[in-house]
Structure formats: structure tokens, C-alpha cells
């Protein structure tokens, strides 16, 4: 049972950690060691104090500004913060204390860096996306899909994850290349799609795919229809797929169930 000591705790761990994963988000697309130079302001280059790094309470206090310079902080650093720390309290909430825990909080500070990142930069970066999927495959059997089989079938289970999720999109990209003459989405969201395969496995996979197709899709039109987006703007996919995949992560068994019900056989 996860005692509400333990929800508190993680869930204040995914504030800090995800102060850490806005620092992923804003150097890993510009090539910059994550780990190397101290935090500082991006415009006047003042290094930042304990007291200007706390996790949400800061961007308040501030009232959203640099104490030093008063340029303004992007909205993305508390949002980052505190949707890591809410998804860290759900997922201790929901898989106690297990370490299976520790291996679904992996899975969703991978998705949010992935998610920030391509909505800034439509980019889906190979050095994100390479050591997520080896750690995902290397984690297989302790992980979600390792739960209720044995390793040999979890692995069964997250290779043909992988073919669905991976395989769908790659027929896709390449279908859209030779039909359209244009992308559909970039080769990034098809890495995307083979960690997501990795994590998900078969059963969750069919339920993440069409998800993202559909909240894609209807955005991508609502924009078009408020004309806030043209035609030829491309909306990057990765942040779709990353929520669809962690809404399939937590509830897509439920959701299969729920949709075998209507349509049996
Ligand atoms: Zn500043």
C-alpha cells in the first residue's frame, strides 16, 4: 500500500526532478552538457541561487521574472515542474512501493523531455531517444510488462510492441513519402514509437496508436479551422504520441476492456 507519506515524498521529487528535466528540454537540443554549467538566466547570464531554483514556489515569488535582469521566465519551467511532480505522485500512488515505480517514473520524465521538446523545436532527438529505448528493453522484465509473465514473454510482449508501434508509423511515414510526396510526421516520431512499443507492449500499443491519430487529427483541424495554423504548418506529432502513450501506460488496459465490451468478438 503507498502510505500518503510516500505519494507526498515522490511527488515532491518530481518537482526537483523536473526542474532537472527543464534543464534537459532547454540545453539537449542546442548539444549543451546537462550536467556541466550551473543554472543561469539566458539573458543577462547571472547564475541562479538555491532560492531562485525552487521548484514552482520561485516562478510565484518572482511573479514570473528573473531577479536579476526581470526578463520573463518561460511558462514552461513551473509547468514542467509541477506536471513531474503531479505524474510522480500518480505513479506512486498507483504502483506503490514497488520497483516497478522506479521504472514507470523513468519511462515518464523520458516522455516529458520528449514532449517539450518537440512541441519547441519539432524535434525528436536521437540521444534521447537511443538510451530510452536500450533502458526500456534492458528493463523489460522488471517493468510494467514484466508484471503477471514471465521474462520470457515480456519480451515477446515489448518486441511486438515494438513492431506495432514502430512498424504502423514507419508504413505510415514512408506510405505518406511515396503517396503525398511529403511527410506525414518526421522519422523521430517512428523512434518515438518503438520506445513507446518497448514500454507498452501489444495490448496497450493498440490502444496508444489510434489515440494519438485521433488528438492529433482533431487538433490539427481545430487549428486549421481557427486559422490559427495554415496548411503547410506542420504540427510536430511527438507531443500526441507521448501523451497517448502514457494515457495508454496507466489506463490502456481499461480502455481495451472498455471497448471489447461494446464490440464483442
Ligand atoms: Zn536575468
Redesign the pocket.
Known amino acids: 500500500m503507498a502510505t500518503a507519506e510516500f505519494i507526498i515524498l515522490i511527488g515532491l521529487l518530481g518537482l526537483a526532478v523536473g526542474s532537472f528535466l527543464n534543464v534537459c528540454i532547454d540545453r539537449l537540443p542546442k548539444g549543451l552538457s546537462i550536467v556541466a554549467l550551473p543554472s543561469?538566466?539566458?539573458?543577462?547570464?547571472?547564475r541562479l541561487k538555491p532560492l531562485d531554483l525552487v521548484p514552482v514556489l520561485s516562478y510565484l515569488w518572482l511573479m514570473g521574472?528573473?531577479?536579476?535582469?526581470?526578463?520573463a521566465i518561460p511558462w514552461r519551467i513551473p509547468l514542467g515542474e509541477a506536471v513531474t511532480g503531479l505524474l510522480f505522485a500518480y505513479v506512486a500512488f498507483r504502483y506503490e512501493v514497488t520497483l516497478e515505480t522506479v521504472v514507470v517514473l523513468g519511462f515518464v520524465g523520458v516522455l516529458i523531455v520528449v514532449f517539450f521538446i518537440d512541441l519547441e523545436h519539432s524535434l525528436i532527438l536521437d540521444r534521447v531517444m537511443y538510451p530510452a529505448v536500450a533502458a526500456a528493453l534492458l528493463l523489460v522484465p522488471v517493468g510494467p510488462l514484466g508484471q503477471g509473465q514471465d521474462a520470457l514473454h515480456a519480451y515477446i510482449d515489448a518486441f511486438l510492441g515494438i513492431a506495432i508501434g514502430g512498424g504502423t508509423l514507419a508504413m505510415i511515414y514512408f506510405g505518406a513519402l511515396r503517396m503525398l510526396g511529403q511527410d506525414a510526421f518526421g522519422w523521430g516520431d517512428v523512434k518515438l514509437g518503438v520506445f513507446l512499443g518497448s514500454i507498452l507492449g501489444v495490448t496497450q500499443t493498440l490502444v496508444a496508436l489510434p489515440l494519438s491519430f485521433i488528438s492529433g487529427g482533431l487538433l490539427g483541424l481545430t487549428l486549421l479551422i481557427l486559422k490559427v495554423r495554415g496548411r503547410k504548418d506542420a504540427i510536430p506529432f511527438g507531443p500526441f504520441l507521448a501523451v497517448a502513450g502514457l494515457v495508454s501506460l496507466f489506463w490502456g488496459q481499461t480502455i481495451f476492456n472498455w471497448y471489447q465490451g461494446i464490440f464483442p468478438d
Open positions: 543561469h538566466c539566458e539573458r543577462c547570464q547571472h521574472r528573473c531577479r536579476y535582469c526581470k526578463v
